[in-house]
């Protein structure tokens, strides 16, 4: 008898008899996909510009992504929204990042429908389309598109990977990690790095291995199965993590420094065909130090943290080349349609110096030439939280005007590359339609032959705002139908419409010439000039690096834009306009647990990212942890809070308490007891009180004394003057009995674990003082 399948909310078809003998069964259909439906890979780089692909003109190896540019298509006019959340998300939904509520990082929300960090259930990801036409969907790598206090293991979990349609997940929550100390998870528990990087370890390397590996369990079993795969490396993101061997390939390459590197890979790109023959480069960057200015001793800093930097970069290549010669060898690469996107231009958060402590710019704290120096040997390893001068950052973006966090096109204009030989006949050639991050979900359905679901899981869809630019896989001269496109990032705005572009950028054209520093607040009187006076207008089709502003000349055009951009804020939830960056960190949000002052952690649970952790910048604390020392002795970490780029560590060692406070990797507190700990149950307590005010915009959080309990008698103190003003460390957060992640200190070897056993670790950010150390003491003999 033939199988009989009926599609699902169908009647049942067969016969139900009162006996099998007289029965006709029938079967639920299977999800499908349609036959030889293509699989889907989109490949997102982390703060990649324009200029740093060997395939767009850059002295950098990617030979595995110019395969694929060889092979398919080059774009040189797709745009993102210059920051990396809000990017990802458009990607993923098909909706600009203010219709996501997307407006900047998880981490800067604010209270306002465009920037809550809730992407709504309308908004449906291109996951859980895929899932409902018989798709695998894995996302492995960088997440960032989850409510920062939601991702804790207190959830909830509809707004992480597997809520939002994808089958398996394995990767970091948050905006950035340590590559060699990693964050990681796995569905939705946290995980450890299977190895230490002193056994080689490194996240690409991992992920690389993790994609291969979910593909491969799949296939074997259905072959015919296609999949959706979302590989998002956390490179080229600061840390710039590499081994040795990686960076000293390009020793020497980077010493005519950056001006010299702008020249070369210009040049390039006009051969390459990515700019006309006429384009003219853009200006040189006020705010970026002439390389001829630049000392010996900043010329050899600066040219070692690009070395790191390209070794990186080519490091991350040979790591999808490696999944794309798996798919190769399944025979699937043919027919999979392969999308490469970095989420916005390169980064300057290195600052003008570079850095070897990203952590230092999110908290306003000044580099040191004298003390990155003193790393350059060590740059690359896990040590350091290392990222390049915003000169590299400038001329990575080659040809455009500035980086990422702002709008002109160094910021929004990023590589691009469509691969798909099954699909496309067209190969090794260079596209110039205008295209969006929003159109990548059109695009993608479009050549599945799929429409827009009308709802996803009971949930009625909003439309999609981007349009598919598969007219122009075949077709070089197809008409771009993405016609008009605000943009809007921490108060710099702009919009191209046709021909123009315009844009009014906040501060300024730089900090230089605006006088004003990044993050400085817009209030209603400036905004009010600004749209008199702050708007410059470009003709992209001729002027395409933005060299001449021709808002005097065309007032008309100008102020046409200027209400088309307020017509599109209207319609995707754009207002209010910010310009606020480091400040919003601070910014108060509802979170799982109502406010406390006491914090209760347990070991053997999972660490507590640094957003859910207890805020402890800036204000009195009291740490205690109820412990049971042997008869013997015990050693180790009661409780660790951050890592290599910022927090503290509180541990025994030698019988005595120690309490190691990183200052952002620029300076470390170190207060012992006077005397030992005795075997016992005890309750050992750190304690500080502040002793002045936090200066935050000068990198300065509150000084104050540190005091060391053991049962509530002080047994050392010491002062610390100056402490991290506002975020403790962007990598690691609470962990109880080790040090885990990147580790705080080097004065012991991590993870460090603690030998006797700890009940719990008691946080109180009361302001009161010392907690009743009997009464915790009481509670926790009747638990016993």
């Not at 395969?67 to 398919?72: I, V, Y």
């Not at 990017?87 to 998880?106: D, E, Q």
């Not at 958060?349 to 999110?362: D, M, R, W």
Request: aromatic share 10%; proline share 8%; glycine share 10%.
């Amino acid at each position: 008898m033939p199988l009989t399948e009926y599609p699902a909310g169908r009647a049942f078809p067969g016969v139900v008899g009162r006996t099998f003998d007289v029965s006709e069964p029938a079967w639920p259909e299977p999800r499908r996909a349609a036959d030889d439906a293509p699989n889907v890979l989109f490949v997102i780089l982390d703060d990649t510009g324009f200029g740093q692909l060997g395939c767009y003109g850059s002295p950098i190896e990617t030979p595995n992504l110019d395969r694929l540019a060889e092979g398919g298509l080059r774009y040189a006019n797709m745009h993102t929204t210059a920051l990396c959340s809000p990017t990802r998300s458009c990607v993923l939904t098909g909706r600009n990042h203010h219709s996501n509520h997307m407006a900047g990082i998880t981490e800067i929300s604010t209270g306002f429908p465009g920037y809550d960090g809730y992407i709504p259930f309308e908004n449906g990801f291109l996951s859980e389309t895929l899932l409902g036409h018989g798709y695998n969907t894995y996302a492995v790598g960088k997440w960032h598109l989850t409510p920062a206090d939601q991702t804790s293991a207190a959830g909830p979990y509809d707004r992480w990977p597997l809520g939002r349609g994808f089958e398996r997940y394995y990767g970091f929550m948050g905006g950035d990690t340590h590559q060699y100390y990693p964050e990681l998870t796995r569905d939705n528990h946290r995980v450890e790095p299977p190895r230490t990087p002193e056994q080689g370890y490194h996240l690409t390397e991992d992920l690389a291995d993790t994609a291969i590996a979910f593909i491969a369990d799949a296939k074997q079993v259905a072959p015919n199965k296609p999949f959706f795969l979302y590989f998002a490396t956390g490179a080229m993101h600061a840390p710039h993590h590499v081994a040795r061997e990686w960076a000293d390939r390009y020793a020497g390459v980077f010493d005519d420094g950056w001006d010299a590197y702008r020249e070369r890979v210009f040049a390039r790109q006009r051969e390459l065909g990515l700019l006309p023959s006429d384009a003219e480069l853009s200006r040189h960057d006020p705010d970026v130090q002439l390389w001829q200015d630049c000392s010996d001793d900043e010329r050899r800093l600066y040219a070692r943290m690009m070395e790191v930097f390209a070794g990186y970069l080519t490091h991350t290549d040979h790591q999808i080349g490696r999944l794309l010669d798996f798919l190769d060898d399944l025979g699937e690469l043919e027919n999979t349609l392969v999308m490469v996107l970095s989420d916005n231009g390169a980064s300057a958060e290195g600052g003008p110096t570079g850095s070897v402590n990203e952590n230092k710019f999110f908290n306003f704290v000044p580099e040191s030439l004298e003390q990155n120096l003193a790393a350059i040997d060590e740059l690359g390893g896990p040590k350091h939280f290392n990222h390049y001068p915003w000169g590299w950052a400038w001329a990575g973006n080659t040809p455009f005007r500035r980086w990422k966090r702002e709008t002109y096109r160094g910021g929004v204009s990023d590589p691009f590359i469509v691969h798909w030989p099954r699909g496309i006949a067209s190969h090794g050639e260079v596209r110039h339609q205008y295209a969006h991050a929003i159109d990548l979900v059109p695009t993608v359905l479009d050549a599945l032959g799929l429409e827009p679901p009308d709802q996803l899981r009971g949930v009625t869809q909003a439309p999609l705002e981007g349009v598919s630019f598969a007219s122009t896989f075949d077709d070089a001269d197809a008409p771009t139908r993405h016609v008009t496109q605000y943009f809007e990032m921490l108060g710099t705005r702009a919009i191209h419409h046709g021909e123009w572009r315009a844009v009014c950028p906040w501060p300024g054209p730089s900090f230089a010439e605006s006088g004003r520093p990044f993050g400085t607040p817009i209030t209603d009187q400036e905004l009010t000039t600004l749209d008199a006076t702050g708007w410059e207008l470009y003709h992209v089709t001729e002027d395409p690096t933005e060299n001449h502003d021709l808002a005097a000349e065309h007032r008309d055009v100008l102020i046409e834009l200027i209400a088309q951009w307020y017509v599109e804020a209207g319609k995707y939830n754009v207002l209010p306009v910010d310009g606020r960056g480091q400040q919003r960190l601070a910014e108060e949000r509802p979170m799982i647990a109502p406010p406390r002052t006491r914090y209760v952690y347990r070991p053997g649970t999972q660490e507590v990212p640094s957003v859910a952790a207890p805020r402890l910048v800036n204000r009195a604390h009291t740490i205690t942890a109820l412990v049971t020392v042997p008869d013997d002795g015990a050693e180790g970490v009661l409780v660790s809070q951050g890592g290599v780029d910022g927090g503290f560590t509180f541990f025994l060692r030698d019988g005595r308490l120690h309490y190691v406070y990183n200052y952002v990797a620029d300076q470390e507190f170190h207060v012992v007891s006077d005397g030992t700990v005795p075997p016992g149950r005890h309750a050992l307590s750190f304690e500080f009180a502040p002793t002045g005010e936090a200066r935050t915009t000068e990198g300065k959080g509150t000084p104050g004394t540190a005091t060391l309990f053991v049962d509530g008698v002080a047994i050392g103190s010491g002062e610390l003057p100056v402490t991290i003003p506002i975020a403790m460390g962007l990598a690691s957060g609470v962990a109880v009995g080790a040090d885990a992640g990147s580790p705080v200190t080097q004065v012991y070897s991590a993870p460090f674990p603690f030998t006797g056993d700890i009940d719990r670790v008691v946080y109180d950010v009361s302001g009161d003082g010392i907690v009743d150390h009997e009464a915790e003491i009481r509670i926790a003999l009747a638990r016993q």
